[in-house]
């Protein structure tokens, strides 16, 4: 059976060294990639390409706290920890565009600052949650019809 290569790149804002922030990576439910995020980091797998299959990636941001966030005297946020995930690829072809036309879910609750909600995904992942990407396989055919 054919293979896919999926890779992407994550980099991290606002680095605390002796306090990283971790992402776990799920191909439909499987852990593939779980690490602390300590520095820019690009991570690759493979992907069964089969027939007619819905797949998903699933992006698990965790372990954020409020010692990833500098506040003023006013409690305005100066800067905050941040994994910035892009170059979204498979068999080296970007999606990056297509997810900036229909942006992914981002479900999060503000790192416990509110209730849950669903946000589009712009790259950025500020807080504890998930981004998840759905896609179909064969790949190319999906590609095509989401250009």
């Given at each position: 059976?054919d293979t896919?290569?999926?890779?992407?790149d994550?980099?991290?804002?606002h680095?605390?060294?002796?306090?990283?922030?971790?992402?776990?990576i799920?191909?439909n439910?499987?852990s593939?990639?779980k690490?602390?995020i300590?520095?820019?980091?690009h991570?690759?797998f493979?992907?069964?390409?089969?027939d007619?299959?819905?797949?998903?990636?699933?992006f698990?941001?965790?372990?954020?706290?409020?010692?990833?966030?500098t506040?003023?005297?006013?409690?305005?946020i100066i800067?905050?920890?941040?994994?910035?995930?892009?170059?979204?690829?498979f068999d080296d072809?970007s999606?990056?565009?297509i997810?900036?036309?229909?942006?992914?879910?981002?479900?999060?609750?503000?790192?416990?600052?509110s209730?849950?909600v669903?946000?589009n995904?712009?790259?950025?992942?500020?807080?504890?949650?998930?981004?998840?990407?759905?896609?179909?396989t064969?790949?190319?055919l999906?590609l095509?019809?989401?250009?």
């Amino acid at each position: 059976m054919d293979t896919l290569e999926f890779s992407c790149d994550v980099d991290i804002q606002h680095s605390i060294d002796d306090n990283p922030i971790n992402l776990e990576i799920k191909l439909n439910n499987n852990s593939v990639y779980k690490n602390n995020i300590i520095k820019n980091t690009h991570i690759q797998f493979p992907i069964l390409d089969a027939d007619n299959e819905e797949q998903s990636i699933e992006f698990i941001v965790s372990q954020k706290s409020d010692i990833h966030t500098t506040l003023d005297s006013n409690g305005e946020i100066i800067c905050s920890t941040e994994l910035i995930i892009n170059n979204i690829k498979f068999d080296d072809i970007s999606i990056d565009k297509i997810i900036a036309a229909n942006p992914l879910p981002y479900i999060h609750n503000s790192n416990g600052n509110s209730k849950e909600v669903i946000d589009n995904f712009y790259n950025v992942a500020g807080c504890n949650g998930s981004i998840k990407l759905t896609f179909t396989t064969p790949f190319y055919l999906w590609l095509l019809e989401n250009m």
